[in-house]
């Protein structure tokens, strides 16, 4: 590829072999617009295959095996609402403004396939200049996205049409060959995403299942699934026979706020056995923290939300020592009888999670507060088998978030292209 200083008709990243500038259009020139096709409830689940919404949102290159969605419709609906290959899809209306004039491309010839009211269907009107891979992106370019969102209305639904979108202006390259190398190298992102997100979510079910199965179920005194080695029946412990807990702290700290100092953790900052504090933590200065040390977190201490995604735990390391926690519950484990990680562990399950969602939402509230979760109660085993589970999750949570990465690196590759391989 040739980097080249950007003209206002010609991409920052381009193929090699390709010179010549880029042609600007509205939609309108070459494609026609039409409403999709509305029906009551009684006419959906079985008959003629329909795109509809979601297929549109969540797919840039549609295809017949993909649609999920059945109608019952007549011949003549059929025929009125009828998709072809290359026909392009616009999401018309919805809840949200930035939901509104997601695009995608039939790749292929449907059979008897019609679409949603919800979708709006474009047309060529002539011979089409945009090869159907290339189409299936340049209408989802970053500036696209914002004149969309610019021409959209917002009422009690956003709304698009097919008058305010013909209206809109792009780019394209009128070599074709161009087009296709364009489209095909954004594809090949989108099958590697696609790929990472399946291993991704396989890995979420793998840990899922062993969560559920390496700890005693249904007032079992045992596990279903079990290291070798091991025989002992667990013990049922409440968590404040477990350790030392208490609350973290509850005023208004925003005038102690600096960019040294303690660390503060906040409940959106806790997440499965970890923390993430984005790219500007928030600090509380050295006279605020020192009058409140004996809240200040150790090593170990295990840290829990009380209010957002309630139940979630991650343990404190050398990187968050002597930080304070703003309402979160900290528990700091009796380290005879349970380790920090096995117990992060299992506040991390489903199990747990599902118990605090129904003791904390039971009467209307939505925190997780301490005399709630001084009723929970701890399935413990010996501290040799509390290090094997909770070093075996780790390791799978090390994967887990490996895969991530990759993931979010990919994304960020196709975002950056989406934004210089196009004018």
């Known amino acids: 590829m040739d980097k080249t200083t950007k003209k206002p008709d010609v991409p920052a990243i381009r193929f090699k072999g390709f010179t010549d500038a880029w042609e600007q259009r509205t939609v309108g020139v070459f494609y026609d617009f039409k409403n999709g096709l509305n029906k009551g409830k009684a006419f959906f689940g079985h008959g ?25 419709l007549s011949r003549e609906e059929i025929n009125n609402f009828n998709v072809h290959k290359g026909d392009l899809f616009f999401t018309r209306t919805s809840e949200t403004i930035e ?45 696209f996205r914002k004149e969309m969102i610019m021409k959209s209305s917002m009422t009690t639904r956003a709304l698009t049409s097919g008058t305010a979108i013909k209206k809109m202006l792009f780019y394209y ?9 364009i489209g095909s190298l954004l594809e090949h992102l989108d099958r590697l995403i696609t790929l990472h997100q399946r291993k991704l979510d396989k890995l979420h079910n793998v840990k899922k299942s062993l969560l559920e199965k390496m700890f005693p179920r249904n007032g079992a005194d045992v596990p279903e699934i079990r290291f070798s080695g091991f025989t002992y029946a667990w013990e049922q412990r409440k968590v404040t026979k477990l350790g030392e807990i208490y609350i973290g702290l509850v005023t208004t700290m925003t005038s102690h706020y600096t960019d040294h100092g303690a660390l503060l953790i906040r409940n959106s900052d806790i997440k499965d056995s970890r923390f993430e504090f984005g790219t ?25 939300v009380h209010t957002g995604d309630i139940g979630t735990s991650a343990v404190i390391t050398e990187k ?21 990680d096995y117990l992060c562990t299992y506040l991390n399950t489903d199990t747990h999670k599902n118990f605090a969602m129904n003791i904390s939402t039971g009467d209307g509230r939505n925190n997780y507060n301490l005399k709630d979760y001084y009723e929970c109660v701890v399935p413990v085993p010996c501290i040799e088998e509390q290090k094997r589970i909770s070093e075996f999750i780790k390791n799978l ?24 391989m196009f004018v």
Do not use: W
């Open 48 to 72: 003629t295959p329909i795109v509809n919404f979601t297929d549109v949102f969540h797919n840039r290159s549609l295809y017949c095996k993909d649609l999920c969605g059945r109608v019952s």
């Open 99 to 143: 939901e509104i004039g997601y695009s995608s491309v039939m790749m292929e010839e449907p059979e008897s396939t019609v679409f949603s009211g919800f979708v709006l269907r474009g047309r060529a009107v002539d011979d089409d200049p945009l090869e159907n891979i290339f189409k299936s992106y340049v209408f989802f370019t970053d500036t």
């Open 173 to 181: 390259p009128s070599d074709k060959t161009e087009q296709k190398r």
């Open 280 to 304: 500007e933590p928030i600090y509380l200065d050295d006279d605020f923290a020192k009058q409140n040390a004996s809240r200040q977190h150790k090593v170990g201490d295990v840290i829990t």
């Open 320 to 340: 968050e020592a002597n930080s304070i926690g703003f309402a979160t519950i900290v528990t700091r484990p009796y380290k005879d009888i349970i380790t920090s």
């Open 397 to 420: 949570n090390n994967l887990i978030t490996l895969h991530q990465r990759k993931l979010e690196k990919l994304r960020q590759i196709k975002k950056s292209l989406l934004e210089k």
